[in-house]
Structures are given as structure tokens and as C-alpha cells.
């Protein structure tokens, strides 16, 4: 079974930083893409943030130039730091990755920013 689990979320005030990882098990996790996406109370979950396992990455024009995704493949870990918090980034971030034909999920962590 595919384990996802996210941490490092918390409380931080307007202009400050987070950074989130995701410890992933029971896949092959360099050949997969990792993504990051967040749901905020209300609201669809949207795209974050993705990287391939060839290295590719894409951003939501959102936090395009604020947060930087990146993988350790010898640590089966995928990281989102978050600099410049926003309000409008307080949502629960969830880490998934793509196996095969199947899309699994942890379960989120919370970041909430202050104004």
C-alpha cells in the first residue's frame, strides 16, 4: 500500500515561511511525479505545484515565484517551501502522487496564515 504523510504545517503571520514535506512509501518513488495541492474550507482542491521524475516542474500562477517544489529521491521525500505566506494560501495541503493509473493521497496537513 501506498503511504503518503505530510508535515510540517502550522500557524505563521502574513510575510513568513513554511516548509512542508511528504515522506512517501510502497512506491517507486523516483519514477513518479509528485504533486502538491491544497483545499481551503468551501473551495475545490487546486493544483499546487508538481515535479516530474525527470525533474520537470510547474506552478500555479498563484504562488508562481513565492514557493519552490523539489524531491530527494534518496529520502523518498517531496517539499514544498512556501515563503511571502499569503492569507488567501490558508488551506489544508495534501501531498499525492501518481501510481500507474491510480492517484493516492495523504492526508493533509494545515496551514494557516495570519494577517
Known amino acids: 500500500q501506498v503511504q503518503l504523510v505530510e508535515s510540517g504545517g502550522g500557524l505563521v503571520q502574513a510575510g513568513g515561511s513554511l516548509r512542508l514535506s511528504c515522506a512517501a512509501s510502497g512506491s517507486i518513488f523516483s519514477a513518479n511525479t509528485m504533486d502538491w495541492y491544497r483545499q481551503a474550507p468551501g473551495k475545490q482542491r487546486e493544483l499546487v505545484a508538481f515535479?516530474?521524475?525527470?525533474?520537470?516542474?510547474n506552478y500555479a500562477d498563484s504562488v508562481k515565484g513565492r514557493f519552490t517544489i523539489s524531491r530527494d529521491n534518496g529520502k523518498n521525500t517531496v517539499y514544498l517551501q512556501m515563503n511571502s505566506l499569503k492569507p488567501e494560501d490558508t488551506a489544508v495541503y495534501y501531498c499525492?502522487?501518481?501510481?500507474?493509473?491510480?492517484?493516492?493521497w495523504g492526508r493533509g496537513t494545515q496551514v494557516t496564515v495570519s494577517s
Open positions: 515535479i516530474s521524475s525527470g525533474g520537470r516542474i
Open positions: 499525492s502522487e501518481g501510481v500507474g493509473s491510480i492517484r493516492y
